[in-house]
Each structure stands twice: as structure tokens, then as C-alpha cells.
């Protein structure tokens, strides 16, 4: 994590309890399940890497600085960053980005412009990382918002590192 947007540093973190979205325990609100049926936003992934984690960036405070962009960007061209992008009348706005690892997506950040564009892009992630057969979805932090809203659950360090470990044990691919 960068300090801020401007900062050239990085700094590395862990943490004694992980946040973890089980994929087979994924919480869809009934408002969700209306505005997917409507078709309300048009879905893409991996058109649009950058501009997702540019509107991940683009609030007061935060940790995605320029060398953090540029380095997953050059893991987004070598097949291991991936964003799903939301859309609305051929206009970015929302999304979510991560990096896919064996069968763990590492999700990192999402943003939203119009309202319930962040919810899409975790639900669309959510079929992607389903129907691809993916073990780990790393949230990083529990927050309530994601435990209310996505089904996140926190696990010790120690219960995490092994289902890394499993994950690790098994390839898939990121395919929408």
C-alpha cells in the first residue's frame, strides 16, 4: 500500500485476522438480483484495467499510488491483474480489480460513480471466480459494508495461510 496518491513508497501489511468472501456463500440483496435482471449496466472484463483502478483511486484518501498503478498494470498485460468493468450508456462507472493467482483472486479495490455500480462488478466477479472453479477470494479486511452486503467473513492468519495453500494446488482461468 502506498501511503498516498503521491507518495513513491510502498509499504507491505498483514494481518492477525483475514477478510475472506466464501465464493460457494456470496450474499446477492434482492435489490442486486432486480437491477442484474434489468440489465440496467453493461459488463466487461479486462477492457479497461487502468481507468478501474484510476476511479479506485480517485477519492480523498487513498493507498493506490503511481507505482502501485503501474505495477499491476504490468501484472494486468502478463494475464495476472484482471477488472470487471460496469457500464452505463458506454461510460465507466464502476468496477472492481484484483489479482488472480492459481485458484485465488486477491480483490483489491472498487469503486462506484453511479449508484449500485460497485454491487454489479462484485456480483459479476462472483460468476466469474464460480463458474471457474476459484477456492479463495481475498478480501483482504473485513468491513462491515463487505459482511453485510458480499458474505465477508474473517478467519485467523493461520486458517487463511492454509487455504492459500490450497489454492495454490489448483490453476484456473479468469474467463467472463
Known sequence: MGDSRHSDEIQWYTADQRGIIPVDNF???????????????DVKVDTQF??????????????????ILNSYEHLHQLGHAHSVEVFLN???VGGVYGVHIQSA????????????????AMYYLHQILQNNGFT????QYYTEHLGNTFGCIEIPAEEYLLK?????????????
Not at 480483490?107 to 454489479?120: G, I, T
Not at 479463495?136 to 478480501?139: I, K, S, V
Not at 492459500?164 to 474467463?175: E, G, I, N, P
Open 27 to 41: 450474499h446477492v440483496s434482492g435489490n442486486l438480483r432486480k437491477i442484474i435482471r434489468k440489465q440496467t449496466f
Open 136 to 139: 479463495l477470494w481475498d478480501a
Open 50 to 67: 487502468r481507468k478501474v483502478m484510476e476511479g479506485c483511486a480517485d477519492r480523498e484518501d487513498t493507498w493506490i499510488n503511481d507505482l
Open 90 to 92: 458506454d461510460e465507466l
Open 105 to 120: 483472486f486477491f480483490a483489491e479495490s472498487m469503486f462506484k460513480y453511479q449508484p449500485e455500480a460497485d454491487k454489479v
Open 164 to 176: 492459500l495453500a490450497d489454492a495454490m494446488k489448483t490453476s484456473c482461468v479468469f474467463k467472463f
